[in-house]
């Protein structure tokens, strides 16, 4: 028995160290969550692509997790040739870190984001509640659903853009604006740690009466559930740019440069705006953008992050979500 | 003899002596329902869901999530990650559980204690302290970067946080064998000249091979299934450091719940499996006590 036992062992030792092993060039894209999707479809275009230019196979490989975890991984060490992460402050760590140059962000057309998302509302079927704008999330009785701001950074962008509706509405009265937000939070029953966890929170355990959620991941949920759900786009918003880039250390250590590189670049091609599109993400390029009215209302008007009102994102970071901070002072009521 | 702790245990009730009065039966109705329905409501009912979800949308798709590329690679992964770690832990295992009692040696205490330590520790901790030692900002990161050599975001790291979690399970179960035993024969032994290698293959290991055989088969059970401290240094690399339990974690986020369900089930039949060789291993071991004792 007992040597047959060690006989199993050997045998299995055979079997695992035996198997084959794949070599071909290889390219690591560490991503956030909402995209698994998208680079699953965009990797076999440029498999394609790459392989017509060059001919020359490459393998893709993906890596998905929130955005601050992911760009923290990068940072220990993950050795990622390109990173398209939930946030420009994110890639920014990166660079502090040493990983990549300054000034990634005008390397590429748009601030290196082929494509952008916004902040919509997912509410049930046939809106039972009216929730129509921004104003609506505060009002009695409505229970709300967001992932938290100190967590995630699409609650950062929930957050930021209540807060540009709210600068409009009370005209600049920053204490008016601050009740409000705080209004809404009021109203916020479970507040989840990512974007993922508030959206199953939503969908399907069927807490709350509104969603603030990604376009795409809205889009996702509808597609996941028809005819339980719908999408309502506020008549402003947020513009989330989430950005792209390539990895310096690490593509100049392994030799990965020019792949990496087009790798990003390509995403901005015809075909790569498409495949955007149709993950509901809204197309960089304003011609492809056209294509895909039948999804994305456009008429909305959407305030950026470098808007004076916020200032870029290291300053949004630490006047809102430091330690603290408004949502803090908010929050700890 | 050798006597292992998992067979002081029987599980026919020792009988109450004479004269004994027997218990309130409603004391006993209620404890035997409440261990019933513990564990039901805990460990039968949450496997049963992952079974019939498994197969939920048909043969076919089970067999397609099961057989789909990333699977496969995620478990020759595991497979890989499980048999360096319980080959590991079974020579540190047998070394630690000889020197300890065998031995009298300084620091005897600290070893014990530091055995220990994987089962206090929380997963995290270990995922974290492979991070911090061995990362880019860790300070063996320039001796590792001149030398090539990728330890976390790569499968050593996957090893050694595996190795790190089931430490205990091996040396843990052989020290009170060994030490029960005491040492005679192998005093004997050497006094009618016999080497290292003999006495250890044809005096300790015969006395040693069950618990050695039963510690082997949890420590791979405890390996295939581990989540944490790997996941902190895996980096989540699809297809090269994605491991079984982090795929199926990967799946469920994708919103491909029956996917996800059907690979649980890949883990769920191996630990049956596990489970079923630990009881054949229990029933000969017993088997062959008793055969001794004549």
Same mark, same amino acid.
Do not use: C
């Given at each position: 028995?007992?040597?047959?036992?060690?006989?199993?062992?050997?045998?299995?030792?055979?079997?695992?160290?035996?198997?084959?092993?794949?070599?071909?060039?290889?390219?690591?894209?560490?991503?956030?969550?909402?995209?698994?999707?998208?680079?699953?479809?965009?990797?076999?275009?440029?498999?394609?692509?790459?392989?017509?230019?060059?001919?020359?196979?490459?393998?893709?490989?993906?890596?998905?997790?929130?955005?601050?975890?992911?760009?923290?991984?990068?940072?220990?060490?993950?050795?990622?040739?390109?990173?398209?992460?939930?946030?420009?402050?994110?890639?920014?760590?990166?660079?502090?870190?040493? /990983?990549? +140059?300054? @000034?990634?962000?005008?390397?590429? %057309? &748009?601030?290196?984001?082929?494509?952008?998302?916004?902040?919509?509302? !997912?509410?049930?079927?046939?809106?039972?509640?009216?929730?129509?704008?921004?104003?609506? /999330?505060? +009002?009695? @009785?409505?229970?709300?659903?967001? %992932? &938290?701001?100190?967590?995630?950074?699409?609650?950062?962008?929930?957050? !930021?853009?209540?807060?540009?509706?709210?600068?409009?509405e009370y005209n600049h009265d920053e204490k008016a604006i601050i009740k409000y937000i705080k209004k809404v939070f009021d109203n916020v029953l479970v507040l989840d740690s990512g974007a993922r966890g508030s959206t199953n929170t939503f969908v399907q355990n069927g807490q709350g009466d509104v969603l603030l959620a990604w376009e795409n991941e809205a889009y996702l949920s509808l597609a996941e559930r028809p005819g339980e759900l719908e999408i309502v786009t506020p008549p402003t918003s947020i513009l989330a740019e989430p950005p792209v880039a390539v990895v310096d250390v690490y593509v100049d250590k392994k030799g990965t440069r020019e792949l990496a590189t087009e790798y990003l670049k390509y995403l901005y091609s015809d075909e790569g705006q498409r495949i955007a599109g149709n993950h509901y993400y809204r197309p960089s390029n304003p011609e492809i953008l056209k294509e895909f009215t039948k999804y994305f209302y456009l008429s909305l008007k959407l305030i950026t992050i470098d808007d004076p009102l916020f200032g870029g994102w290291a300053k949004a970071q630490k006047y809102h979500f430091s330690d603290g901070g408004i949502f803090d002072q908010i929050y700890t009521k | 003899m050798a006597i292992f702790n998992f067979q002081k245990a029987s599980l026919s009730p020792a009988p109450f002596a004479r004269g004994y009065r027997e218990e309130n039966p409603l004391i006993r109705r209620i404890l035997i329902a409440l261990s019933l329905i513990f564990t039901l409501l805990i460990l039968v009912m949450p496997l049963l869901v992952v079974i019939s979800q498994a197969f939920g949308t048909g043969w076919d798709n089970f067999w397609k999530a099961v057989t789909n590329i990333f699977t496969l690679k995620a478990l020759y992964l595991s497979l890989i990650t499980t048999f360096s770690a319980v080959t590991a832990n079974t020579v540190f295992g047998l070394a630690a559980a000889w020197a300890l009692s065998r031995y009298n040696f300084k620091g005897q205490g600290f070893l014990i204690t530091m055995i220990d330590l994987p089962f206090a520790i929380s997963p995290i901790i270990a995922g974290l302290i492979f991070i911090l030692t061995y990362g880019r900002l860790g300070w063996m990161n320039s001796f590792l970067q001149e030398h090539q050599i990728k330890i976390v975001f790569a499968t050593p790291g996957l090893i050694m946080a595996t190795i790190f979690v089931t430490i205990p399970f091996v040396a843990r179960e052989l020290i009170p064998v060994l030490v029960?035993?005491?040492?005679?024969?192998?005093?004997?032994?050497?006094?009618?000249?016999?080497?290292?290698?003999?006495i250890f293959w044809r005096v300790t290991l015969p006395h040693i091979k069950w618990a050695l055989i039963y510690s082997v088969i949890l420590c791979a059970a405890r390996a295939m299934g581990e989540f944490g401290a790997v996941s902190v240094v895996s980096g989540h690399l699809r297809g090269k450091t994605n491991t079984l339990p982090l795929h199926i974690e990967i799946l469920y986020n994708e919103h491909h719940y029956n996917d996800a369900f059907a690979v649980s089930a890949i883990l769920v039949i191996t630990s049956v499996v596990i489970l079923t060789a630990r009881s054949v291993v229990e029933h000969i071991s017993k088997r062959e006590e008793r055969s001794n004792v004549r």
């Open positions: 028995m007992f040597k047959s036992f060690i006989s199993v062992m050997a045998l299995a030792a055979l079997l695992v160290f035996a198997a084959p092993v794949l070599a071909d060039r290889e390219l690591i894209n560490v991503s956030y969550d909402p995209t698994r999707e998208l680079y699953e479809v965009y990797n076999a275009a440029f498999q394609k692509h790459w392989l017509k230019e060059k001919n020359e196979k490459v393998t893709v490989v993906q890596s998905h997790g929130g955005s601050g975890k992911q760009a923290r991984s990068v940072i220990e060490g993950n050795e990622a040739d390109v990173v398209t992460l939930a946030l420009a402050i994110d890639i920014t760590a990166i660079e502090d870190a040493g /990983l990549i +140059k300054s @000034g990634w962000q005008s390397r590429l %057309p &748009n601030n290196s984001s082929p494509y952008t998302s916004t902040i919509v509302f !997912l509410v049930r079927s046939g809106n039972p509640k009216n929730i129509k704008d921004w104003g609506d /999330l505060a +009002k009695d @009785g409505i229970g709300v659903i967001t %992932p &938290n701001p100190k967590t995630s950074g699409g609650a950062r962008w929930n957050y !930021l853009a209540a807060w540009a509706w709210a600068d409009k | 029960a035993r005491g040492s005679d024969e192998e005093q004997a032994a050497v006094l009618m000249g016999a080497g290292f290698l003999t």
